[in-house]
T-cell receptor, first 114, second 112 residues
């Protein structure tokens, strides 16, 4: 089974802190994604990566950056956390050459910014 | 902006009934369509995919696609309380990265 592991299930941070969310997948997937999910707004794409060191902005990249130094690991960085970044963050992965809508999700990281 | 629309619900059905979940999309070039199920507090999991017009059945689930009307639906037969969840429609957009766009989801409640 594909496993996508997110490093922290729950985090509480203060405004202005730098936050790292890490995601590791074990199925050699080329594509990796970061979404945030908010009530009433659904899943919104922050960034995605289709290869090591490659990244593309999604729909809501402002306030976020990403890093992909190794194929299996995709990190989301909040340089200076703000209260409007309180959300559920979901990492996902997929094969590049496969069915592009077939995503495998991690369990999510619920971030609260005070 | 490519859009995927779903009725947020909640859709409430009695146990044993057929639940019908609907999704419309704006990108006429889309070729593949996906349904995810998300239990409360959990992450989404893929349950169905469909690529051709018509019906695709998998156990109690049937996906229906009508590309001319830009409409995809999910039918759940003999609904069970364990089917209570939010169902997300996902449509990869055409003309580039084929990244899936998700609808906001429909909440389904199956009551005994």
């Amino acid at each position: 089974d594909v496993k996508v592991t997110q490093s922290s299930r729950y985090l509480v941070k203060r405004t202005g802190e730098k936050v790292f969310l890490e995601c590791v997948q074990d199925m050699d997937h080329e594509n990796m994604f970061w979404y945030r999910q908010d009530p009433g707004l659904g899943l919104r794409l922050i960034y995605f990566s289709y290869d090591v060191k490659m990244k593309e902005k999604g729909d809501i990249p402002e306030g976020y950056s990403v890093s992909r130094e190794k194929k299996e690991r995709f990190s989301l960085i909040l340089e200076s956390a703000s209260t409007n970044q309180t959300s559920m963050y979901l990492c996902a992965s997929s094969f590049r050459g496969g069915i592009t809508g077939e995503l495998f999700f991690g369990e999510g990281s619920r971030l609260t910014v005070l | 902006q490519k859009e995927v629309e779903q009725n947020s619900g909640p859709l409430s059905v009695p146990e044993g009934a057929i639940a019908s979940l609907n999704c419309t999309y704006s990108d006429r070039g889309s070729q593949s369509f996906f349904w995810y199920r998300q239990y409360s507090g959990k992450s989404p999991e893929l349950i169905m995919s469909i690529y051709s017009n018509g019906d695709k059945e998998d156990g109690r689930f049937t996906a229906q696609l009508n590309k001319a009307s830009q409409y995809v639906s999910l039918l759940i037969r003999d609904s069970q309380p364990s089917d209570s969840a939010t169902y997300l429609c996902a449509v990869p957009t055409s003309g580039g990265s084929y990244i899936p766009t998700f609808g906001r989801g429909t909440s389904l409640i199956v009551h005994p």
